[in-house]
């Protein structure tokens, strides 16, 4: 079983920045970062395959949010910027056994705890 830890949430203004950390207990493949405001359902924010060759990035963070991973050490990061009141929610690393990045939150095996990230205008 594989665990996963987010960090860097946190407080920042409109236009501020944050990097979203999450480190893994064991290798995984393909991770994901999802997020989840009040009252609505959770959704994909980014997603990145093993090599990192195939990235996904939902159209309302297109240009200002990166994931990225370092696979010597089990982590993958969530930059960013330009941060809207609309970006506020919790926010989850996720991670499954198959290469291939998917937008789909069934479709992976692990989940963080998640960390909040809130926008202030």
């Known amino acids: 079983h594989v665990q996963l830890v987010e960090s860097g949430g946190g407080l920042v203004q409109a236009g501020g920045s944050l990097r979203l950390s999450c480190a893994a207990s064991?290798?995984?493949?393909?991770m994901g970062w999802f997020r989840q405001a009040p009252g609505k359902e959770r959704e994909v924010v980014a997603a990145?395959?093993?090599?990192?060759?195939?990235?996904y990035y939902a159209d309302a963070v297109k240009g200002r949010f990166t994931i990225s991973r370092d696979n010597a050490k089990n982590t993958v990061y969530l930059q960013m910027d330009s941060l809207k009141p609309e970006d506020t929610a919790e926010y989850y690393c996720a991670a499954r056994q198959i290469s291939m990045p998917s937008i789909l939150l069934n479709d992976y095996d692990y989940w963080g705890q998640g960390t909040q990230v809130t926008v202030s205008s």
């Open positions: 990145i395959g093993w090599c990192g060759d195939n990235r």
């Open positions: 064991g290798r995984t493949s393909a």
